[in-house]
C-alpha cells in the first residue's frame, strides 16, 4: 500500500503543471510591452535626473560669475567707491538717524528731510552717480537671471543680499529723485526677499 502511494507522488512530481504553462504562453506576449513601458520610465526618469543636475550646475555656475562681476571690473570698482564713500560719512549718517528715530510728528517729517538732503547732497559732493548706475545695472542683470531660473536664488541671497539691501537702502531718495520709480526695489526683492519696509531708515553699513 504504501509503495503505492509513493509511486502516485512521484508520478505527480515529475508530471508538468499544464495550467502553468498555459499561462504563461499567454502572459509572455503581453508582458514584452509592459517590460518596455517599465524600461522606458525608468530611462526618463534617469534623464529628468540628470538633466536637472546638469541644470543646477549651470545655474552655480551663472551665479558665480555675477559674484566675480560685482567683486571685480567695473562693478567692483564703483561698489568699492561707494563704500568708501559712505564709510567716510557713516558718523554723520549714524547722527541723522539716530535724531530720527528720537522724534515724533511733524519733528520726525523734518529730521527726515534733512536725511534725504544729506543722502543726495553727499552722492553729489563725491560725485557718485556713474558707480550708482553701474551697480544698479548689474542688480538688474542679477534679479533677470534669477527670475529665468538661470541663477541660483539662495547663493545669490547668501552672498549678496544685505549689501544690496544696504546699496537699495542708501540711495533711495537718490532713486525716487533720479528715476522716478523704485524698480531697484523689485530687483533687489526678486534676489533677496526682505521681510518688510524699515519705516525709519536704517544705517547701511559698507
Known amino acids: 500500500m ?3 502511494i509513493l509511486r502516485s507522488v512521484r508520478l505527480a512530481w515529475r508530471q508538468p503543471d499544464l495550467g502553468l504553462r498555459r499561462r504563461a504562453r499567454t502572459l509572455l506576449p ?3 510591452p ?3 513601458v517599465v524600461a522606458l520610465v525608468l530611462g526618463l526618469l534617469w534623464g529628468s535626473g540628470e538633466y536637472a543636475e546638469r541644470r543646477a550646475e549651470l545655474r552655480l555656475a551663472e551665479t558665480s560669475r555675477h559674484l566675480e562681476q560685482f567683486r571685480s571690473g567695473a562693478v567692483g570698482a564703483a561698489w568699492a567707491r561707494l563704500r568708501a564713500a559712505w564709510q567716510a560719512e557713516q558718523d554723520r549718517q549714524d547722527a541723522l538717524l539716530a535724531r530720527i528715530a528720537s522724534l515724533h510728528g511733524a519733528e520726525r517729517a523734518r529730521a527726515l528731510r534733512d536725511h534725504r538732503m544729506f543722502v543726495l547732497e553727499t552722492i553729489a559732493e563725491y560725485e557718485l ?7 544698479r545695472r548689474f542688480v538688474a542683470r542679477l534679479a ?3 527670475r529665468a531660473g538661470l541663477c541660483d536664488a539662495d547663493v545669490a541671497a547668501a552672498q549678496l543680499g544685505p549689501a544690496l ?3 537699495r537702502d542708501q540711495h533711495r531718495y537718490y532713486f525716487a529723485s533720479e528715476y522716478g520709480g523704485y524698480e531697484v526695489d ?3 526683492a526678486t534676489i533677496a526677499p526682505r521681510a518688510e519696509e524699515r519705516v525709519i531708515p536704517a544705517a547701511a553699513r559698507w
Open 34 to 36: 509592459v517590460l518596455g
Open 165 to 167: 539691501w544696504a546699496f
Open 2 to 4: 504504501q509503495t503505492s
Open 186 to 188: 523689485e530687483h533687489v
Open 144 to 146: 533677470t537671471c534669477v
Open 30 to 32: 503581453h508582458a514584452a
Open 129 to 135: 552717480a556713474d558707480e550708482i548706475g553701474q551697480v
